[in-house]
């Protein structure tokens, strides 16, 4: 059976504690189900998957009306929240997640918290949302915003695209821009 934990350090946040069955073939997993986060409607309108190279670092993104359920089908990443939502009890609270390998998690983010993850091995990510892409309603924040007391546990640095290297510290932010 599948155990749904909230976070410690930020509320809203879940991990599902994912409970593989093994045999002499391979491995089943459920990864999913809707009714482990009643909290959401989930109309699934969208699954993405993401490819990433070791050392890419991707992030930190955050939404006001999608919330992302993440799962690692191969190999670890390490996820990095934030709680961006001022009337939250946890609001500024930060936490990292390593996912994958031999931590079978799903995560549930919901709106609100910004997220991103540092690819720590090659690793192939999937996530649902319950939105379709909308450009207008994604969000970023520097991953590196010293604001955010986030720690990555780096010793070289990550791989950025441009989009996210461009993202402001939350301090440069627009009020309108945040979550409410």
């Known amino acids: 059976m599948t155990r749904i934990e909230e976070s410690k350090l930020i509320s809203g946040v879940f991990l599902a504690h994912l409970r593989p069955f093994t045999d002499e073939r391979g491995r ?81 983010i919901p709106i609100g918290v910004a997220h991103g993850f540092l690819a720590l091995t090659n690793a192939i990510h999937t996530y649902i949302v319950d939105n379709y892409y909308n450009g207008a309603d994604e969000f970023g924040v520097a991953w590196n915003d010293p604001d955010l ?22 301090r440069d932010i627009p009020v309108d821009q945040l979550p409410q």
């Open 28 to 108: 089943f997993l459920e990864t999913f189900r809707k009714e482990w986060f009643p909290q959401r409607s989930w109309d699934i309108f969208q699954t993405n998957r993401s490819d990433s190279k070791a050392g890419v670092l991707r992030g930190l993104h955050y939404h006001h009306h999608q919330v992302d359920y993440w799962y690692v089908q191969d190999g670890k990443i390490r996820a990095g929240l934030v709680d961006l939502r001022p009337t939250s009890p946890t609001f500024m609270a930060a936490q990292t997640v390593e996912m994958g390998e031999e931590n079978q998690v799903g995560l549930f």
């Open 149 to 170: 007391g986030l720690d990555w546990g780096l010793s070289t640095e990550p791989l950025i695209s441009d989009r996210d290297k461009a993202n402001k510290r939350l």
